[in-house]
């Protein structure tokens, strides 16, 4: 869960580890902003849960503490209710919120728990979405093989459920880990199986800006230069385009 990033020059590689939330800070406090003003606690629960949900994963780039907090509010309420899929989902934007503090301990804490209510539950989407989690927090620790492990179990169920933006997220995850083991070749093919998958199924631009300059960081230690070059400009255009500022520092 973004993120926390790995040491420079590794640092757009893994930009996605932590599932699905970007760096768009200024864009972020303007949702928190909105999101505020509907959260009524005279709502029903479920509209409760809806706002609360969509709050802590808005102050992922803004305060994670606040992140965990709206994840335990909307986990409360789910308990309430019974609802399993989002029982799952609040432990594991609580893991993500020390994740993205470096706290790796707590964070495989909570992922391990959200993996079980997912897996107890049979919610195949969030038992992928801890999966990647847990294999990040392998990553981190330097436990390579295990994270290869939980990211292509992760892949299996993705792709069982065709959900082509964790497909993608796990690609990209297998190639960072090849590219962090100098396995460049290896990286490089994952980066590109990403960006073809992406040419079938076009609209997600922050993934394809992502794409872009993974495969550039490839190129470059293949010693492609010019392929190089031009997919850090490539991906320095939709990085503009969409505004994310840490993408665009790191094409530039």
Do not use: W
Request: net charge positive; proline share 2%.
């Amino acid at each position: 869960m973004r993120y926390a990033l790995k040491h420079l020059p590794n640092q757009g590689l893994l930009c996605l580890c932590l599932l699905f939330f970007g760096f768009f800070a200024k864009a972020q406090t303007s949702k928190v902003e909105e999101l505020l003003t509907k959260l009524n606690p005279n709502d029903p629960d479920t509209v409760q849960i809806g706002v609360l949900r969509k709050l802590s994963a808005a102050y992922t780039a803004v305060d994670p503490i606040k992140k965990f907090y709206y994840a335990n509010q909307y986990r409360l309420l789910a308990e309430k209710n019974n609802i399993d899929s989002n029982i799952a989902n609040a432990y594991l934007d609580m893991g993500i919120s020390y994740g993205v503090r470096s706290n790796l301990d707590s964070a495989l804490y909570y992922f391990k728990i959200g993996q079980q209510k997912a897996k107890t539950s049979g919610y195949q989407n969030g038992l992928a979405r801890s999966l990647v989690n847990i294999g990040f927090v392998h990553d981190r620790s330097d436990k390579k093989q295990l994270a290869v492990h939980c990211y292509e179990d992760a892949l299996k169920i993705f792709r069982a459920l065709d959900y082509k933006k964790g497909i993608n997220q796990c690609i990209t995850n297998l190639g960072a880990i090849y590219f962090d083991l100098k396995e460049y070749k290896s990286a490089d093919n994952y980066f590109q199986q990403v960006l073809d998958n992406l040419k079938q199924h076009p609209g997600d631009e922050l993934t394809m800006g992502n794409a872009l300059y993974s495969l550039g960081g490839s190129k470059r230690r293949l010693g492609e230069f010019g392929k190089s070059m031009d997919y850090y400009l490539k991906s320095l255009a939709i990085r503009e385009k969409i505004g994310d500022l840490n993408g665009i520092a790191l094409s530039n």
